[in-house]
């Protein structure tokens, strides 16, 4: 039983694959020592690096991990969610998931 797939058929995936990746970035401590987890030694300098398809190039320089998330994670200024008072009433009226007040049930 043949398995293989044809190598224009894993090229293109390959590609594909490597042509969505493009771009990303990640934040590199600059320590002392081997790389441990982002949140180790927060006050460290980072190195902000992004991902060209086959390698990772260094972009940049930040002076801590609050500087590097607010780099590689930036808040969506205009998707802030409205107040509670903001929000418009609902307006008179027994809609399906109304609870009826005591007089509402009375007039049954």
Known sequence: ?????P??????????????????????PLGE???RGVHVDPGAPRAIEEWTGTEWTA???????????ALLYPSPHGQ??????DRPA???GRGRHRKP????????
């Open 1 to 5: 039983m043949q398995d293989d797939e």
């Open 59 to 69: 972009v940049g320089v930040v002076e801590n991990l609050d500087a590097a998330k």
């Open 101 to 108: 007040n005591p007089t509402e049930e009375r007039d049954r």
């Open 80 to 85: 802030e969610k409205p107040a509670e008072w």
């Open 90 to 92: 609902l307006g008179k």
């Open 33 to 35: 020592g081997p790389h």
């Open 7 to 28: 190598l224009e058929e894993w090229a293109r995936r390959r590609d594909a694959r490597q042509a969505a990746s493009k771009g990303k970035r990640r934040a590199v």
